[in-house]
């Protein structure tokens, strides 16, 4: 796949290999052991529950590179030493690029930054390119009357679907509550995890409240 989440890895070629995505909805039900068993495992910004209910292994840590979440970890001078920041083999940026002239007056797009925020780890950083946000938007259209605006978890959970080899088993999903911030739209995206659910695509470990995403 074009997409190349893990391009390190010789795992990632193996259908053998399991994944599981983490999420960060509140209520996310006690899931250590299985969580740790998986061959790669891919979370999200702060991690709530690492190094607790949801385990402590870290392959891939998602970080949203536009808006005010990105411009908090920048001005926090102890971020690179988070432990799940510090254990992650790989981060995935999941907003491409945008140009110079197109991040003004007002920045929302801190992605040359965070390169540079992250470069003292010496860890590899992919960036999620723009195709993969049309087919995004693509794959929850018939699910929404509007232009949908996928969230982080929506496009990385595609994005790593779209890369697994043939043959692979389904990927487990736990903590995704499809609620939050009211530009995305929950509803599609939850339809669209059903949908792949159904077709054996991917296990949902719904968590015991959906507040948040």
């Known amino acids: 796949m074009s997409i190349a989440i893990d391009p390190l890895s010789a795992a990632r070629a193996d259908p053998r290999a399991s994944l599981a995505i983490v999420g960060n909805a509140p209520g996310i039900r006690p899931a250590a052991r299985a969580i740790d068993a998986a061959t790669h495992v891919v979370r999200f910004n702060n991690a709530p529950g690492f190094g607790g209910p949801t385990g402590s292994r870290v392959t891939h840590l998602a970080l949203v590179n536009r808006g005010g979440q990105m411009r908090e970890w920048l001005a926090d001078p102890g971020f690179l030493d988070r432990p799940v920041v510090r ?9 491409p690029m945008l140009p110079a002239e197109a991040n003004a ?45 996928p969230s982080t978890g929506f496009l990385v ?34 339809a669209w995890f059903a949908e792949a659910s159904a077709a054996g695509r991917l296990r949902l470990h719904p968590p015991v409240t959906t507040d948040a995403p």
């Not at 254990?87 to 907003?95: G, S, V």
């Open 157 to 190: 959970s595609l994005a790593l679907l779209l890369d697994r080899p043939a043959g692979s088993g389904p990927v487990d999903v736990y903590g995704f509550g499809f609620a939050g911030w009211p530009g995305h739209p929950w509803a599609a995206e939850r």
């Open 87 to 95: 254990q992650a083999e790989a981060f995935i940026l999941p907003f």
């Open 105 to 149: 007056p007002e920045p929302i797009c801190w992605t040359r930054e965070a390169l540079a925020l992250l470069r003292p780890l010496g860890k590899p950083v992919h960036i999620l390119p723009e195709t993969l946000h049309e087919t995004a938007q693509r794959r929850l259209a018939p699910h929404t009357e509007a232009r949908p605006n």
